[in-house]
């Protein structure tokens, strides 16, 4: 299993600032992920990180908006640019293995609001 | 476009009783399916995982089915308890690495 930690577990931002949300895990792990879940919704996944190379993002996020970064393998960082009342919501980081078919481990998450 | 459909309505069900859940999908043809729980205010937690060649498969008083014909997966919940009252989601794989969820069915269970 893996422990995850996140920072800050909730924050409320004012329009037009970021925010950068940190995720830390107890261990050593090659795929982690940055999640959005709004109000009753599902979560939907921003982009995937690995450790090495360049965050990958699903359609409709883009790095300008939510940059990331992965130093290590225990280690990452999500931030939320030029924010705006849509981008309120929970953000949660996961970690797995070997990928779909194995387990994800779940931050805690970090809830925003932006006013 | 590919679609995850879980149960719209919350399941209210009485200590005891078996809850079943409905996650049906469109325009995937996942290898596993997964089932998480989620408590208010807390990240998903992993149940089980289900491969696309099984049936079936029990975890303590979990049970999950996965039909590839009929594009579903039924997660039931025996002789429930308080205690299994949260948010169960389903999720699908869409490639090698990366998973979709559904919204989620919000289970009460009461004394």
């Known amino acids: 299993s893996a422990v995850i930690s996140q920072k800050p577990s909730r924050d409320i931002c004012q329009r037009g600032t970021s925010l950068t949300i940190q995720c830390q895990v107890d261990s050593q792990v090659t795929m982690m992920f940055w999640y959005r879940q709004q109000p009753g919704q599902s979560l939907t996944l921003i982009a995937t990180a690995n450790q090495g190379s360049e965050a990958t993002y699903e359609s409709g996020f883009v790095i300008d908006k939510f940059p990331i970064s992965r130093p290590n393998l225990t280690f990452s960082t999500l931030t939320v640019s030029n924010m705006s009342p849509e981008d309120s919501s929970i953000y949660l980081c996961s970690v797995g293995r070997s990928g779909a078919s194995d387990t994800q481990y779940f931050g805690p998450g970090t809830r925003l609001t932006v006013l | ?111």
């Open chain 2, 1 to 111: 476009s590919q679609k995850i459909e879980q149960n719209s309505e919350a399941l209210n069900i009485q200590e005891g009783k078996t809850a079943t859940l409905t996650c049906n999908y469109t325009n995937y043809s996942p290898a596993y399916l997964q089932w998480y729980r989620q408590d208010p205010g807390r990240g998903p937690v992993f149940l089980l995982l289900i491969r696309e060649n099984e049936k079936e498969k029990r975890k303590e008083r979990l049970k999950v089915t996965f039909d590839t014909t009929l594009k579903q997966s039924l997660f039931h919940i025996t002789a429930s308890q308080p205690a299994d009252s949260a948010t169960y989601l389903c999720a699908l794989d869409t490639n090698d690495y990366k998973l979709s969820f559904g919204a989620g069915t919000t289970v009460t269970v009461r004394a």
